[in-house]
């Protein structure tokens, strides 16, 4: 079992530390919340989307979206659309006042950011069933568990991580200098991720 746990927690770590839209967003709300416990909307968002998929992918369920090229379609086009629109209210966005509460996201906001970036991301949906999903398939029973455990686990530790990160990084930069340059570079980002994805949907076709 301790074998299975710590496949889960490697195999977890090297999914998640790539930078990518889900990252970025919980590292950026972390840096423009006024206070640490508005970031807890995103951390919570992020971290369940995260112990869902991972859930359907062991369970096998998720299987399914990639026999379903329809649901695909539909799936990944809102995503775009989505991270089209995150990004742009991202760059756009003013933090050069972190004392202000309209510097952040509200909670709601958060959340239908934080959901589309987890749920509509190909390469999380794509990661999560063809990588955990499949490494499961080698545990049964107690190390399934463990196996499955510390992959959530390992989320949940991270994405409360990223926002720690990101609220240090807002408190030395009270100025909000440092924050509109990684707003910026978030925005790029996530919208690297939308043309990305544009481009796989496109070649499906």
């Not at 369920?61 to 379903?68: A, N, Q």
Request: aromatic share 10%.
């Amino acid at each position: 079992m301790l074998a299975a746990l710590l496949h889960g927690i490697v195999l977890a770590f090297g999914l998640i530390l790539p930078l990518g839209a889900q990252n970025v967003f919980v590292f950026n709300q972390g840096a423009s919340q006024p206070k640490f416990r508005g970031t807890i909307p995103v951390i919570i968002t992020a971290s369940l989307c995260d112990t869902l998929l991972i859930l359907l992918a062991v369970l096998g369920v998720s299987v399914i979206v990639l026999t379903m090229p329809v649901l695909q379609t539909v799936l990944f086009s809102i995503g775009i659309l989505f991270l089209i629109y995150m990004g742009w209210s991202i760059w756009k966005s003013d933090p050069s006042d972190l004392s202000r509460q309209e510097a952040s996201m509200p909670p709601k906001k958060q959340i239908m950011f934080a959901m589309s970036v987890s749920l509509l991301n190909p390469h999380a949906i794509l990661d999560t069933i063809g990588v955990i999903g499949t490494s499961s398939l080698s545990y049964s029973g107690t190390e399934k568990a463990a196996f499955t455990a510390a992959c959530i686990i390992v989320s949940w530790i991270w994405f409360s991580g990223l926002a720690v990160a990101g609220r240090i990084v807002g408190n030395v930069d009270s100025q909000g200098k440092f924050l509109k340059m990684i707003n910026k570079l978030s925005a790029l980002i996530i919208w690297g991720v939308a043309i990305y994805i544009a481009i796989q949907l496109f070649q499906k076709f």
